[in-house]
Structure formats: structure tokens, C-alpha cells
């Protein structure tokens, strides 16, 4: 479902502004509908974050056949920008505490936008593509608190490929656990 609506979203908010839609994530917001938090890139490469708002709304539309004149309802999503900031004016992204299962952070821009994911590896996803974008196209580090680090750059070859890869190594680490566990230990005489 979520490569529909990343297609979608991309046909009606970012083609017509010749933006290519990287990431997004849906997010919690007091007013109603869905919400989306988007990052985008344009042919310039400039990098701009937004939230969408995702709204239903019922139209009527003429049937018209033969001797009958009826109206149907038709349900279409309209989506619309309600923010856009870009990834160079964004200067923290604060995790709050690593040590806590907690899908909220903040973005620190010139005021501090309060996000809150639907799930935590939501949030690391979000963050890690981030990251890249900010190395690829900002050419500097994205300033990062409060986030564990294994979630946002796991180590050596397993390089930054997603919440699969870090679930297969500790997968792999619990494994050689067990093993080195039923080894025998040898009895000093």
C-alpha cells in the first residue's frame, strides 16, 4: 500500500514542482486526516521537508445514460502542503531518549517542529534517509541527539540498507551467543 501512495503522492504533489519524492512517513497531527511527513528533491538538488495532509473529499459527478439523469459520489484524496522547510535550514534532529520506544522527535529549524511517528522504526527510516541526503547534498553532517546510533549508521559492511539489516545482525550476534555458550569451558587442573 505504501508504494501506491508514494506513487500517488508523487504524480499529484511532486512531479508538477519537478521534485522527486525520496522518503516519507505517516505522522500523528491533532487536526484531522492523514499526515504525512515528506522529503523531496528537486533537479537543483535542493532538499526540502514538508507535511502533507491528506484529506477525503466527496464530489458528485453526473451519471448520464440512457433516460436516466443521476448524480454519483465519487471519494477523491487530495493532498496539501501545510509546511515546507529545507534540509539546509534544519540545524537538530533531536531523538529526546535513545533508551526509550518513543516515535516523537523534533526538528529544530528556526522554531522546533514536533514530530510524532507512527512506529519507531518509522522514525529511524525517516532519519536515516536524512542522514544520506544531508551528506549527498548538503555536504554536511546532519547534527543528530538522542538517536542509537546501531539504528542510524549500522557498522561496516552492512552499511545503511534498513531496519531488515539491523534485525539480521542482531539476529547474527544473538546466534554466536548461543554458540559460544554450549562450547565447553576447560577446567583448570
Not at 519524492?21 to 528537486?42: M, N, Q, Y
Not at 501545510?82 to 539546509?88: H, M
Not at 531488515?164 to 544473538?174: E, H, N, P, W
Request: net charge positive; aromatic share 8%.
Amino acid at each position: 500500500m505504501s508504494s501506491l501512495l508514494r506513487e500517488e503522492m508523487q504524480r499529484v504533489l511532486f512531479r508538477p514542482t519537478k521534485q522527486r519524492l525520496v522518503e516519507f512517513i505517516e505522522i500523528e497531527e491533532p487536526t484531522h486526516g492523514r499526515h504525512f511527513i515528506c522529503v523531496s528533491v528537486a533537479k537543483n538538488k535542493l532538499v526540502q521537508l514538508c507535511i502533507v495532509r491528506c484529506q477525503i473529499s466527496q464530489t458528485a459527478q453526473n451519471s448520464v445514460s440512457k433516460g436516466s439523469h443521476t448524480q454519483r459520489s465519487s471519494i477523491q484524496e487530495c493532498y496539501r502542503r501545510t509546511e515546507v522547510w529545507s534540509l539546509q535550514d534544519l540545524t537538530l534532529v533531536d531523538g529526546r531518549d535513545p533508551d526509550v520506544d518513543d516515535p516523537c522527535f523534533l526538528l529544530h529549524f528556526d522554531k522546533v517542529r514536533t514530530v510524532t511517528a507512527i512506529s519507531c522504526s518509522a522514525k529511524y527510516s525517516f532519519v536515516r534517509a536524512l542522514v544520506v541526503l544531508c551528506d549527498q547534498n548538503c555536504q554536511r553532517s546532519l547534527n543528530l541527539r538522542n538517536f542509537d546510533w546501531a539504528y542510524i549508521k549500522p557498522t561496516s559492511f552492512y552499511s545503511n540498507r534498513g531496519d531488515c539489516i539491523v534485525l539480521t545482525q542482531i539476529c547474527f550476534y544473538a546466534f554466536n551467543l548461543v554458540c559460544l555458550s554450549m562450547c565447553p569451558v576447560p577446567l583448570d587442573a
